[in-house]
């Protein structure tokens, strides 16, 4: 069985993952708090979760914080869903849509590929293009230089940042002002980060998208999951997605 479906299966997960929909980033502490149960049974079954992928997790100074992952059921979406129920597309990309304090969503997806192939799809306009809705994003790569972000078809650019950290082919840091519509444009500027680590033949790639501000706009953040399905598509099998929307600047 699939380990999504298999960690699905146990009401209890099924019950941390809403937990942390309702609520993203919490303790382990705080979990327990919520569950009639031993904190070695909450713990026991969020390490099944994490072995999913359905959550991960993240070390703030001396607390360990789980942030509930939707790019799995994003790609189960992709791969059995859509066909069948398109109106769902656009609830599993809201996945994660509202939060009672400043906002970071961490995204996490393996992918057989090499970490040189990885940056390049990630640094690559064209090859980008092929993931991120047809979008473009054209910088040198260099610390502290300006990407831009486009489409021929787009009626205007879509975005632009400040490449932070360049460590290729391992870390990406950039910040994020959002051009694509006045609504994204009034949220200001955020901060996304990719870390990629080689795990035997295949990547680890983690995606934190932070320093969102307290009730962000969705479309800032709901596209990840589309996005990194898009890109472990591309790069295992060369092909694109045609879920609605994945390439709606698509020329």
């Given amino acids: 069985m699939d380990p999504v479906f298999r960690a699905l299966a146990d009401p209890t997960r099924r019950s941390l993952l809403d937990e942390l929909f309702r ?14 149960m031993t904190r070695f049974g909450v713990m026991k079954h969020l390490k099944r979760l ?26 189960v979406h992709d791969r059995w869903v859509s066909k069948y129920a398109e109106p769902w597309a656009a609830a599993l990309s809201g996945l994660k849509s509202r939060l009672e304090r400043p906002m970071e969503k ?7 590929t090499t970490p040189e192939r990885l940056w390049e799809a990630i640094t690559d306009p ?19 230089s300006r990407y831009e972000m486009g489409a021929p078809n787009a009626p205007g650019p879509l975005g632009e ?20 519509g006045d609504d994204v444009k009034a949220e200001g500027t955020s901060r996304v980060t990719w870390e990629i680590e080689q795990i035997a033949d295949s990547c680890r790639l ?26 472990k598509t591309w790069l295992e099998t060369g092909t694109l997605l045609t879920t609605p929307g994945s390439l709606m600047y698509g020329g």
């Fill in 23 to 36: 609520e993203d980033g919490q303790t382990l502490s705080a979990l327990e708090e919520r569950f009639s």
């Fill in 50 to 75: 994490e072995e999913a992928s359905l959550v991960v997790t993240r070390r703030r100074g001396r607390e360990k914080l789980h942030f509930l992952n939707p790019v799995p059921i994003r790609l």
């Fill in 106 to 112: 961490v995204f996490e997806i393996y992918i057989r």
């Fill in 126 to 144: 064209e090859i980008r293009s092929k993931y991120n809705f047809g979008a473009r994003q054209t910088s040198d790569w260099t610390p502290g």
């Fill in 161 to 180: 940042g400040v490449n932070l950290e360049v460590d290729p082919p391992r870390r990406l840091v950039q910040s994020m002002v959002a051009l694509w």
């Fill in 206 to 231: 983690t995606v934190t998208h932070d320093q969102l501000r307290e009730g962000a706009n969705e479309q800032l953040y709901g596209g990840w999951p589309m996005i990194l399905s898009g890109l």
